[in-house]
């Protein structure tokens, strides 16, 4: 069986680019960081959530298109048998395995 993806709501996230290249992600209800990305030049643009994508540009010339999704069925589909996380964990691990590409 295939996973159902969910995109987060627009309010449940708050994006922050900063000078550094730094590109901070928040959860909008608790204002917990959920990510954090490196980009290689600075960040002056404002982020922009488009449905479940991110964008946002960069100084290195370049427009990053990140895709925001929570895997809601991926501990079933991959047959784990253990407590299924919340929706802010999953988005959370959403976020991290994406980064990490």
Excluded: T
């Amino acid at each position: 069986p295939r996973a159902a993806r969910r995109a987060p709501h627009a309010s449940a996230v708050v994006a922050v680019g900063a000078a550094d290249g730094s590109l901070h992600v928040f959860g909008a209800p608790d204002g917990r960081r959920l990510a954090q990305l490196q980009l290689p030049g600075p960040l002056f643009s404002s982020a922009v959530l488009v449905e479940s994508r991110l964008l946002i540009g960069c100084r290195d010339d370049h427009l990053y298109c990140l895709q925001l999704f929570v895997a809601a069925e991926k501990d079933q589909a991959e047959g784990r048998a253990h407590d299924r996380p919340s929706d802010q964990e999953r988005r959370l691990a959403a976020l991290r395995r994406l980064l990490q590409r």
